[in-house]
Every structure is written in structure tokens, then in C-alpha cells.
């Protein structure tokens, strides 16, 4: 079965800090996706960010970026110039390829502080 | 409006109670997914639909619970003799389906069974 493991609750930095989301997640396939969700409060949840664990180069979207170890099983996001809007809950999620079911972690809290 | 509509928002129930929660995915989507999510949890996947047909149940859906998508478009779950441990948010999700596509999540239904 596979696990995904968020190990930070909640984190809080200061607007226009860099801040770094660690997960790390368990599977014996080879074929799977990544990705980061994130649930601002009382609103729908919104990808962020996909990563294809055949791709090797780490995807990049505007602010947001992952560092994913494939080896290692860990797929880090990094939000870069943090912004108010960017508070909310950030789900790391597995996927295997060819199945429908996305696989949260427990989620991260993060508070951008003014 | 374009995104997965959800209703009711909240939804309030006595233990024992009966409840129906409605689900509008995107239109074009065939793909319709329930998930539920506890207090500091992250969603865990229910069920899904391809069109009318029910691919796919979690040995967390009871026999208490039953979801339905008639005819390829909305989608319902009901509770039956709903539990304080039914207390949760319901997601729904859509897609296009397939290992490339998005997920997109409605805002929710809360359940608070008291």
C-alpha cells in the first residue's frame, strides 16, 4: 500500500520568505505522479504543482517548485517570494499511473505572516 | 460556473438520520470521485465514477453508505443512520479521466452529526 507522510503540521514564515514543505511517501511502483494541493480556508482545494515520477527534471510552476528524490522517495515544495494568499492548508498526494485514487498526506498549515 | 459545485455546504443531522449529499462536476468531465475528510486528516478516497458506472469503492464506504450517478452527470451519497464518526467534510472531484488529466475539487459538504 502506499503511504504519504507530511512531517511538519503547521509552519509559519514572513511574507517574501522562501519556505520549503517536506514529504515523503512509500510505493513499490514506478510508474506514479506527484503532486501538492493546496486548501486555502473554506475554499475548494487547487493543484499546485505535478511532478511525473518518470520525469527527472523538477517542475516548476511561477513561485512554485519541487525538489523530488525519486531514490529517496521525497518530494519537497518550495514557495519562493511567500504572499499572504498563499496561507493555507498544503496537501502532498500520490497517484499511481493508470489508477484513479489520489493518496493524501495529512497536510501542512502554513501562515504567511505580514 | 465552470468548477465542481457541492450541496448543501453544511449539513447538520441528528444520529440516526438519514442524509443526501449532491455532487455537480465540471460538465465535460466523466470522471466524478468522493472523497471524506476528517478534522486533521487528509481527504481519503470513497469512490468513483466512470459516467454512470461506479468503478470503485474503499473498504471505508460502508453499507451504510451509497453513491449513485444515474445518469452520467451528477452524482449523490447518501448516509443512512448516520453515526457521530459520519462527521466529516465530503469532497467531490471531477476529471476527464485518464493519468494526464487534473482533479478538480468542490468546496465541500460538512457533516456535523450530532
Known amino acids: 500500500a502506499q503511504t504519504v507522510t507530511q512531517s511538519q503540521p503547521e509552519m509559519s514564515v514572513q511574507e517574501a520568505e522562501t519556505v520549503t514543505l517536506s514529504c515523503t511517501y512509500d510505493t513499490s511502483e514506478n510508474n506514479y505522479y506527484l503532486f501538492w494541493y493546496k486548501q486555502p480556508p473554506s475554499r475548494q482545494m487547487i493543484l499546485v504543482i505535478r511532478?511525473?515520477?518518470?520525469?527527472?527534471q523538477n517542475a516548476t510552476e511561477n513561485r512554485f517548485s519541487v525538489n523530488f528524490q525519486k531514490a529517496a522517495k521525497s518530494f519537497s515544495l518550495k514557495i519562493s517570494d511567500s504572499q499572504l494568499g498563499d496561507t493555507a492548508m498544503y496537501f502532498c498526494a500520490f497517484m499511481k499511473r493508470w489508477d484513479d485514487k489520489i493518496i493524501f498526506g495529512k497536510g501542512t498549515r502554513l501562515h504567511i505572516l505580514p | 460556473d465552470t468548477g465542481v459545485s457541492q450541496n448543501p455546504r453544511h449539513k447538520i443531522t441528528k444520529r440516526g438520520q438519514n442524509v443526501t449529499f449532491r455532487c455537480d462536476p465540471i460538465s465535460e468531465h466523466n470522471r466524478l470521485y468522493w472523497y471524506r475528510q476528517t478534522l486533521g486528516q487528509g481527504p481519503e478516497f470513497l469512490t468513483y465514477?466512470?459516467?454512470?458506472?461506479?468503478?470503485?469503492k474503499s473498504r471505508l464506504l460502508s453499507d451504510r453508505f451509497s453513491a449513485e450517478r444515474p445518469k452520467g452527470s451528477f452524482s449523490t451519497l447518501e448516509i443512512q443512520r448516520t453515526e457521530q464518526g459520519d462527521s466529516a467534510m465530503y469532497l467531490c472531484a471531477s476529471s476527464l479521466g485518464g493519468p494526464d488529466t487534473e482533479a478538480f475539487f468542490g468546496q465541500g459538504t460538512r457533516l456535523t452529526v450530532v
Open positions: 511532478q511525473e515520477a518518470y520525469k527527472q
Open positions: 465514477f466512470q459516467n454512470e458506472a461506479q468503478l470503485e
